[in-house]
């Protein structure tokens, strides 16, 4: 009995190997093709990268001790390129408008 308390207590000491997030370097690169690729294609790559990144921060929120900080940061630069492609895609279809009702 004193054997199987003593490995418990033994494995507990030892630090787990933490794992990467699910397609963190892919949310990475389609945040940043999103930005390279304006318009549909743009738009398309944005969304995609925002819709799946929830369920990831909440999956690292919920056991950070499980998954690796790198991968963490990689969807949240991620998440941030695709704000920033929807951010300047807004902007340029206000430029449009604008210049349009001016003519």
């Given amino acids: 009995m004193e054997e199987i308390i003593d490995q418990a207590i033994l494995n507990e000491d030892r630090p787990t190997k933490q794992i990467d997030l699910d397609g963190a370097g892919g949310k990475l690169t389609t945040g940043i093709l999103s930005i390279i690729f304006m318009g549909v294609i743009g738009l ?11 369920k990831e ?9 499980k998954y690796t900080t790198s ?3 990689k969807i949240n630069a991620g998440r941030t390129c695709a ?5 300047i895609m807004g902007l340029l279809i206000l430029i449009v408008v604008g210049v ?3 003519n």
Avoid: F, Q, R
Wanted: proline share 3%; aromatic share 10%.
């Fill in 71 to 73: 991968s963490y940061n």
């Fill in 83 to 87: 704000y920033v492609s929807l951010s």
């Fill in 100 to 102: 349009m009702a001016s």
């Fill in 57 to 65: 921060i909440e999956k690292y929120k919920a056991n950070p001790g």
């Fill in 44 to 54: 398309i790559l944005a969304l995609v990268t925002i819709s799946g990144e929830n």
